[in-house]
Structure formats: C-alpha cells, structure tokens
T-cell receptor
Framework: GESVGLHLPTLSVQEGDNSIINCAYS??????FIWYKQESGKGPQFIID?????DKRQGQRVTVLLNKTVKHLSLQIAATQPGDSAVYFC????????????FGTGTRLTVIP | GAVVSQHPSRVICKSGTSVKIECRSL??????MFWYRQFPKKSLMLMAT?????????EQGVEKDKFLINHASLTLSTLTVTSAHPEDSSFYIC?????????????FGPGTRLTVL
C-alpha cells in the first residue's frame, strides 16, 4: 500500500511567524493530495488540496507546494495564530476511480503566544 | 454545506456488548462513505469503504464480522462493533464523498470515542 510520512512529528512556532509542515509520499501514481487539520477530539477538517498537474496552490493564509520529482508535499501557514495549533495530516489519493485516501502520521503544530 | 454528523459522540460499554455508530451526511448525498479508526496520537487508518446499496470493502486486517457496516441510504452509514473488547477502544471517524461533485474530497464527521470496559 501507499506510504505517506512526515519529516517532523512536532513543530513549535511563535505567533505571527510562518509555519512549514512537510510530507513525503511513496506512491508515484497518486495524483490528488489534501491537507487536513485535526483539533483534539474532533474529526479532520479540510484545509487545502492540490492535484498533480499543479505545483502550488494558495488559499487563505495557506499554501501547498507539490514536488512530484521527489514526492514531497508541504503546507505553509502564514502569520501563524494560536488557533492554528492542531495536528496536521497530509493525505494522498486519486482524482478519479478509487476514492481511498491514505494518511500520513501527522505533525503537531504548537503556536506559542 | 457538506456537513457530516456522527452519533453518538462518545460511548462507554461493557466488554462483550455491541455498539452501533451512525454516520450521516446532513446536506448532501453520499454514494461512498469511509470508516477510519484512530488511536491516540496516531494517524487515521482506513477500515472500510462503504457504498450505498452494496457490501462494504474492508481493508486488509479488518475483521468483517467484527466491524459490521451497513450503508442503507445515500445519507446514512452505520458501523457496528460486535462483541466489543477493550482493545476495540478507539476514536472512530467516518467520512463521506459528495455524490456528483467532481474530485475525491472527503468530508469528515466529528468522530466517536468508544471506550470498552
């Protein structure tokens, strides 16, 4: 099966700084990637997605970068706020056909006020 | 839009009993729903894929007779943990794919915390 992993299990940043969370995936056939945010005791919340025909996608305060050559995905959060503290998961899957998503191990982001 | 609910949010039961967890898509139709299990400080592990009107597809290592899944309508899927034991204690999360909407985005429920005594 697919393997999706994260380089860092924890990340602490000062409020107002930018955060970068990294993710590596192993299935080169994956063409759809999503970042989720999960707060304690809650289900994952969609943040942003990107398809394999793109290298970069921006949302509100967040940017996802995809490097297919090295199978690497990153989530950048600008001006990190205390409310951003959570566990962040990347997930990989396919745009069509099989709907399964495979999740990475997660990174806990802690924002220091 | 795209709200998924789960019921109950938390359940405590005795060993040997069965527990049913409901997953509902409140404002959209979901042909496919997914059930995940999450241990503390761990990632989500896909247990099974549930398609409306057909049998669920289970991931390797997940016991079909232990975790019964029913997807009777386009807005409801249920997971029944049969003869629960303490090792079944976990956080169970469902997700749903919006029927007819392009892409493979999954919308997640808030999860159900199961504790088996």
């Amino acid at each position: 099966g697919e393997s999706v992993g994260l380089h860092l299990p924890t990340l602490s940043v000062q409020e107002g700084d930018n955060s970068i969370i990294n993710c590596a995936y192993s299935n080169s056939a994956s063409d759809y990637f999503i970042w989720y945010k999960q707060e304690s005791g809650k289900g994952p919340q969609f943040i942003i997605d990107i398809r394999s025909n793109m290298d970069k996608r921006q949302g509100q305060r967040v940017t996802v970068l995809l490097n297919k050559t090295v199978k690497h995905l990153s989530l950048q959060i600008a001006a990190t706020q205390p409310g951003d503290s959570a566990v962040y998961f990347c997930a990989e899957g396919h745009q069509t056909g099989a709907n399964n998503l495979f999740f990475g191990t997660g990174t806990r982001l802690t924002v220091i006020p | 839009g795209a709200v998924v609910s789960q019921h109950p949010s938390r359940v405590i039961c005795k060993s040997g009993t069965s527990v049913k967890i409901e997953c509902r898509s409140l404002d959209f139709q979901a042909t496919t729903m997914f059930w995940y299990r999450q241990f503390p400080k761990k990632s989500l592990m896909l247990m099974a894929t549930s398609n409306e009107g057909s049998k669920a597809t289970y991931e390797q290592g997940v016991e079909k007779d232990k975790f019964l899944i029913n997807h009777a309508s386009l807005t409801l899927s249920t997971l029944t943990v049969t003869s629960a034991h303490p090792e079944d204690s976990s956080f169970y999360i469902c997700s749903a794919r919006w029927h007819g909407r392009p892409g493979n985005e999954q919308f997640f429920g808030p999860g159900t915390r199961l504790t088996v005594l």
